[in-house]
């Protein structure tokens, strides 16, 4: 009962953290246009028919190199907070980082012999 007044400032950012977003939803449905056009109503509301079938293949190359930029981007992020705070945390952190930076190149050689930065349409 006494720690009611400790949750005030809990519930005024739960009000303003809901009142936001539906704010911000009815503002954009009351001011939008509402033109219902042949324009507006054509594949990707460019104006501009859509030719072929939208079921087209890609091949895996794509993928396998999105997903090898953003695994090394994700892991080259870890290594910011280790710059920043490198005077803190002494010769531990000294010797764990070229060990992390050593699973990357192999990482990155794995990944060059396979091929998966090849960008080549065949």
């Known amino acids: ?4 007044p400790k ?3 809990f519930r ?3 009000f303003i953290s809901v009142l936001i977003p539906v704010l911000a939803i009815s503002v954009s449905g009351l001011l939008a246009p509402v033109g219902k056009g042949p324009e507006r109503i054509t594949g990707y509301e460019s104006g ?6 939208a079921w087209i293949q890609f091949q895996i190359r794509y993928y396998m190199f999105a997903l090898v930029f953003v695994i090394f981007d ?3 992020v870890f290594l910011y907070p280790w710059a920043t705070g490198f005077d803190d945390l002494g010769a531990t952190a000294f010797v764990e980082v070229p060990i992390f930076v050593f699973v990357l190149i192999v ?3 794995y990944a060059w012999r396979k091929g998966a930065l ?3 349409s065949q």
């Not at 009962?1 to 009611?4: D, G």
């Open 74 to 76: 994700v892991e080259t």
């Open 107 to 109: 990482g990155l050689v």
């Open 7 to 9: 949750y005030e400032s």
């Open 1 to 4: 009962m006494f720690l009611l």
């Open 12 to 14: 005024i950012f739960l």
């Open 48 to 53: 501009i028919e859509p030719t072929g079938d």
């Open 118 to 120: 090849e960008w080549s």
